[in-house]
């Protein structure tokens, strides 16, 4: 059950999507949740149908005092790394919120200060409190769209299905087309036994 006792009405939740992908941004959301709130769907996004997240999206913005999402796109990934551009999107989100917070929770266990603003990094956040499982969602429902807009110009990746991540037909498909402009240049797209 997540928790929904809030520390003020100001405290946002934060979290990404695509760590893990080796094509496409990473993509974070920040949400501020008022304190009366109540969702019994709500949860990890990880653990949720895509029908529940897409359900949950509108009534997470509707509901919510504010929200942002932004990407960080493959160039600055590859030269930032994976981990800072995660923590990039995060921070770039949190700016977009017209409310300022008063306080931050951040899924995982890295982050970095943020306008002085006092934070706490949760492992398993996203299953544990409510606005960061709320940001969970919008991070992935946000990067979802955005991975469908690109399998159209690229249907070979079949980037609607995998959205970006290290699948079998994924890599097989780098082998065959090579990478594009939107593949994670610093990743490891090709499995030990697919090295041409």
Same mark, same amino acid.
């Given at each position: 059950?997540?928790?929904?006792?809030?520390?003020?009405?100001?405290?946002?939740?934060?979290?990404?999507?695509?760590?893990?992908?080796?094509?496409?941004?990473?993509?974070?959301?920040?949400?501020?949740?008022?304190?009366?709130?109540?969702?019994?769907?709500?949860?990890?996004?990880?653990?949720?149908?895509?029908?529940?997240?897409?359900?949950?999206?509108?009534?997470?913005?509707?509901?919510?005092?504010?929200?942002?999402?932004?990407?960080?796109?493959?160039?600055?990934?590859?030269?930032?790394?994976?981990?800072?551009?995660?923590?990039?999107?995060?921070?770039?989100?949190?700016?977009?919120?017209?409310?300022? %917070?008063?306080?931050?929770?951040?899924?995982?266990?890295?982050?970095?200060?943020?306008?002085?603003? %006092?934070?706490?990094?949760?492992?398993?956040?996203?299953?544990?409190?409510?606005?960061?499982?709320?940001?969970?969602?919008?991070?992935?429902?946000?990067?979802?769209?955005?991975?469908?807009?690109?399998?159209?110009?690229?249907?070979?990746?079949?980037?609607?299905?995998?959205?970006?991540? %290290?699948?079998?037909?994924?890599?097989?498909?780098?082998?065959?087309?090579?990478?594009?402009?939107?593949?994670?240049?610093?990743?490891?797209?090709?499995?030990?036994?697919?090295?041409?």
């Amino acid at each position: 059950m997540l928790k929904k006792k809030y520390k003020n009405f100001n405290e946002t939740g934060t979290d990404e999507a695509g760590r893990g992908c080796l094509a496409g941004p990473v993509t974070a959301a920040a949400i501020i949740l008022p304190s009366t709130f109540e969702n019994s769907i709500l949860n990890d996004s990880k653990l949720l149908s895509e029908k529940k997240r897409t359900l949950l999206e509108p009534l997470l913005k509707n509901e919510s005092v504010c929200y942002g999402i932004a990407h960080v796109y493959p160039d600055t990934i590859d030269d930032i790394n994976i981990l800072n551009a995660s923590i990039l999107a995060m921070h770039k989100a949190i700016d977009l919120l017209s409310t300022i %917070p008063s306080y931050i929770i951040v899924d995982g266990n890295r982050f970095k200060p943020y306008n002085d603003i %006092p934070y706490s990094c949760i492992i398993k956040g996203d299953s544990k409190y409510t606005s960061i499982a709320a940001a969970s969602v919008l991070a992935k429902t946000a990067r979802d769209a955005y991975m469908l807009q690109l399998h159209s110009e690229y249907p070979m990746y079949n980037w609607k299905k995998n959205k970006g991540y %290290p699948t079998k037909e994924h890599r097989a498909a780098i082998k065959k087309y090579g990478p594009t402009k939107y593949h994670r240049m610093s990743f490891k797209l090709l499995a030990d036994n697919q090295s041409s």
